[in-house]
């Protein structure tokens, strides 16, 4: 099949992008957002993702619109017929699930219909890999991939317990960055607006008595450390509103102009409970840390191709 089309929802606002009706390849853009188009596109097929509409096409030449609305019915309609087939598509949960039918999950989809610079590596060197892993410590090498392999599973869990994918770890990391940022440009601001308001009032205080008895040349220091001090306030009182503006356009209306901050905002919806957002995050730091002790085994190599070629 062939993607054509991809609509996305998230409150308001709405996302729709035009696909290559042969080829869909996602580039020029940073990797929160290749993910999160990947996520949405895959999540379309399955019945993971409600908010995502798709228009593609079948390799018989059949037109179908995927239709997945919040808190409505799913449907799958053949555009040219005008006929809803969802039927074809349902699974025993009475679920639009057009992966099921050819036998896949989203995990597996990824695997297959998603290529990366990644995989174009791994294909031209598979037999020197095979080779470098062979004569590594094969009990250490396949622990490490054992415990990836679950920490896996576990992050696929949390990820369909709260609605969302795992790749939605990295965006709730980045919206909880910008939080962050805010949270301490504000505390600087405010250690800041302390100090230099009672500078500002002392050279003030100062300045008076010293116009009225010295004149006021000799009263001009105190009324120019006074300036400094309220313009120095000025400053992190601007940068503290250059971090809220920069939090608000990733919580809320950067999605009309930027795919990255429409993402961020619908993946903020989907995870607005605490709880869930802990969980999946901690799932997400036990994936990374497994990965991590992976690569101190066996270097560069991706888990799933060890296991693959694994006799």
């Known amino acids: ?23 869909t390849v ?32 079948e390799d018989s030449g059949r037109h179908l619109a995927v239709f ?36 896949l999950d989203p995990r597996t989809a990824k695997r297959y219909l998603r290529m990366t610079a990644s995989d174009l590596t791994t294909s031209s060197q598979s037999d020197q890999l095979i080779r470098d892993l062979a004569a590594l410590d094969q ?10 392999t679950i920490c896996d599973d576990q992050l696929q869990a949390e990820a369909a317990a709260t609605g969302s994918t795992p790749e939605d770890a990295a965006v709730v990391e980045e919206i909880e960055a910008r939080h962050a940022a805010f949270l301490r440009a504000q505390e600087a601001h405010d250690r ?3 100090l230099s308001f009672f500078t500002a009032a ?21 009324v120019l450390f006074a300036a400094v001090a309220t313009g120095i306030s000025m400053l992190y009182w601007r940068r503290m509103e250059n971090a809220r503006s920069q939090e608000n356009r990733v919580l809320e209306q ?23 957002r802990r969980r999946l995050m901690d799932a997400a730091e036990a994936y990374r840390e ?17 296991i693959d070629h694994h006799e």
């Open 1 to 23: 099949m062939h993607f054509e089309r991809l609509v996305i929802e998230a409150g308001d606002n709405t996302f729709t992008l035009d696909l290559h009706p042969r080829l």
């Open 26 to 57: 996602i580039a020029g853009v940073g990797r929160l957002e290749r993910e999160g188009l990947v996520s949405e596109l895959v999540g379309a097929l399955s019945a993971s993702r409600p908010g995502v509409h798709l228009e593609l096409e």
């Open 68 to 103: 997945r609305p919040h808190g409505a019915r799913h449907r799958v309609v053949d555009v040219e017929q005008g006929l809803d087939i969802s039927s074809h598509f349902a699974t025993a949960d009475g679920s639009i699930d057009l992966l099921a039918r050819a036998g």
């Open 139 to 148: 009990a250490a090498l396949w622990a490490a991939a054992d415990h990836v």
């Open 192 to 194: 800041v607006r302390r």
């Open 202 to 222: 002392f050279a003030t205080l100062g300045a008076i008595p010293l116009s009225i008895l010295e004149g006021p040349t000799t009263a001009l220091p105190f």
């Open 254 to 276: 950067a999605g009309a102009s930027s795919y990255l901050g429409f993402h961020l905002q619908r993946v903020n919806g989907l995870l607005a409970n605490d709880q869930n």
């Open 290 to 306: 497994a990965l991590a002790g992976w690569e101190q085994v066996a270097g560069p190599v991706q888990v799933q191709f060890a």
